[in-house]
């Protein structure tokens, strides 16, 4: 009170000789002084790692199993790249180049780069530092596959063969692809892959329809192409590459007429038709039996494969395309997957992150021909509504009709095959051919 009325004021009053004020200013300089190190120190692995922010962030393929159309929608317009030049697309549609520099080995691109060059194993790290399809926005996956498009791809023996003994281990193609006499006696009770409880007793009339064996064996070809139906290999030129391999799996007779076959070829070895193919387009063969019929004559002496045991409603009609060749003398070689394969191969790709109702016809071929062939070669096969250009494109080389919404997981299934294209285990092609 006394020091009040006299006026006398505290000297130190007005100052904070390390007090708050000061503390909070040192340590604000101190965490600038550590960030500005950061930045000197790590700066190049902290740009080359800005794509994984992205985790989680709006990726190529929704939760909901749909495509952002916010993220598709600003890509559009005439083609404004090739398979040798990198593009990539800003936010505002806008192009600029490669990140981290990957424009560097384009400039003086002159033809493919070797396999094992320093590039071409920088450009491979890239696709494999994708571990997830979440973790990238589409146009920069795409902008790595694009630079990857520079360099000869070569088949990696050891992780091919690695493979190969995954797939022998779970699902043994050569053993189970088809429901055969020896692998499903007459009297079994035969377990359908979705209809669990359903079970069909293999009679003497179902047993004739089984091939006594596998009519193929492991690694039994050399060279083996198989076409899926995306609108990518539309304007490719691939047919005559792709009629040079020794065996030509395809899916659910897609066309392959004049109109298509500069594209798709006409070789074929195997198809597949989905049930639902005939019940749709052919009145479940009750009378259109000879129209489709003369559809298969586009095929030659290839074989088909059906899925007669996927569920109950099924069956019938695979049996009926039996009939109907057995009626017209055909020599043509009918076949239904192994119920049990099919599961097998469902649990060995979820394993891989593909999680579907139902993996596609593609898929089930790829892995088949994985432990019937030497090496595999992929065309056609894309999940996406523009190529790696970033240009739209049909969903089949042939029409623009989407599947059913959240049956199939095909961005995932693309993914996985980039993967083993990288790893040297399968040869995806989604550019034009030589």
């Known amino acids: 009170m006394l020091r009040r009325r006299m006026g006398y004021s505290d000297p130190t009053s007005g100052k904070d000789i390390l007090g708050n004020r000061s503390l909070c200013f040192i340590f604000i300089c101190a965490f600038g002084l550590v960030t500005l190190l950061q930045q000197i120190l790590y700066g190049k692995n902290y740009i080359k790692r800005e794509p994984e922010a992205a985790?989680?962030?709006?990726?190529?393929?929704?939760?909901?199993?749909?495509?952002?159309?916010?993220?598709?929608?600003?890509?559009?317009?005439?083609?404004?790249?090739?398979?040798?030049?990198?593009?990539?697309?800003?936010?505002?549609?806008?192009?600029?180049?490669?990140?981290?520099?990957?424009?560097?080995?384009?400039?003086?691109?002159?033809?493919?780069?070797?396999?094992?060059?320093?590039?071409?194993?920088?450009?491979?790290?890239?696709?494999?530092?994708?571990?997830?399809?979440?973790?990238?926005?589409?146009?920069?996956?795409?902008?790595?596959?694009?630079?990857?498009?520079?360099?000869?791809?070569?088949?990696?023996?050891?992780?091919?063969?690695?493979?190969?003994?995954?797939?022998?281990?779970?699902?043994?193609?050569?053993?189970?692809?088809?429901?055969?006499?020896?692998?499903?006696?007459?009297?079994?009770?035969?377990?359908?892959?979705?209809?669990?409880?359903?079970?069909?007793?293999?009679?003497?009339?179902?047993?004739?329809?089984?091939?006594?064996?596998?009519?193929?064996?492991?690694?039994q070809f050399k060279k083996c192409a198989v076409i899926g139906n995306g609108g990518i290999i539309k304007n490719s030129k691939c047919g005559k590459e792709i009629d040079s391999a020794d065996f030509v799996f395809r899916c659910n007779i897609p066309p392959i007429s004049d109109k298509y076959s500069t594209d798709v070829g006409t070789k074929t070895d195997l198809v597949t038709i989905n049930p639902s193919i005939i019940t749709e387009r052919f009145q479940k063969l009750e009378k259109w039996r000879r129209p489709f019929y003369e559809v298969l004559q586009n095929y030659e002496n290839s074989s088909m494969v059906l899925p007669a045991f996927y569920n109950t409603r099924n069956t019938d009609v695979s049996f009926r395309v039996k009939y109907m060749l057995d009626d017209f003398d055909s020599q043509r070689g009918v076949f239904f997957f192994h119920p049990q394969y099919l599961l097998n191969v469902q649990r060995f790709w979820a394993v891989q992150g593909v999680r579907a109702k139902r993996l596609s016809s593609g898929l089930m071929l790829v892995t088949a021909a994985m432990e019937l062939c030497e090496e595999v070669h992929l065309y056609g096969f894309?999940?996406?509504?523009?190529?790696?250009?970033?240009?739209?494109?049909?969903?089949?080389?042939?029409?623009?009709?989407?599947?059913?919404?959240?049956?199939?997981?095909?961005?995932?299934?693309?993914?996985?095959?980039?993967?083993?294209?990288t790893r040297g285990i399968v040869q995806v092609h989604t550019g034009p051919c030589r």
């Open 55 to 219: 985790l989680f962030n709006m990726g190529p393929y929704q939760s909901s199993g749909r495509y952002s159309a916010q993220q598709f929608s600003r890509l559009k317009g005439d083609e404004t790249g090739n398979w040798t030049g990198p593009i990539n697309f800003s936010d505002d549609g806008s192009q600029k180049p490669a990140r981290n520099g990957k424009k560097r080995f384009l400039d003086s691109y002159d033809g493919p780069y070797e396999y094992n060059s320093t590039a071409c194993k920088e450009l491979r790290q890239e696709i494999m530092d994708v571990k997830v399809l979440t973790m990238v926005k589409t146009s920069d996956l795409f902008e790595r596959w694009r630079n990857l498009q520079v360099c000869k791809w070569e088949q990696n023996k050891m992780e091919t063969n690695n493979f190969k003994m995954s797939l022998s281990r779970c699902c043994n193609a050569p053993s189970f692809l088809f429901t055969t006499k020896r692998n499903t006696p007459a009297g079994t009770k035969l377990r359908y892959e979705v209809d669990t409880s359903g079970i069909l007793p293999i009679t003497t009339e179902v047993f004739k329809m089984f091939p006594d064996d596998m009519p193929y064996s492991k690694s």
């Open 382 to 421: 894309w999940a996406f509504p523009m190529n790696p250009s970033g240009i739209f494109i049909t969903h089949h080389y042939y029409d623009n009709v989407k599947p059913r919404p959240g049956f199939h997981a095909m961005p995932h299934e693309i993914f996985n095959f980039l993967h083993m294209h």
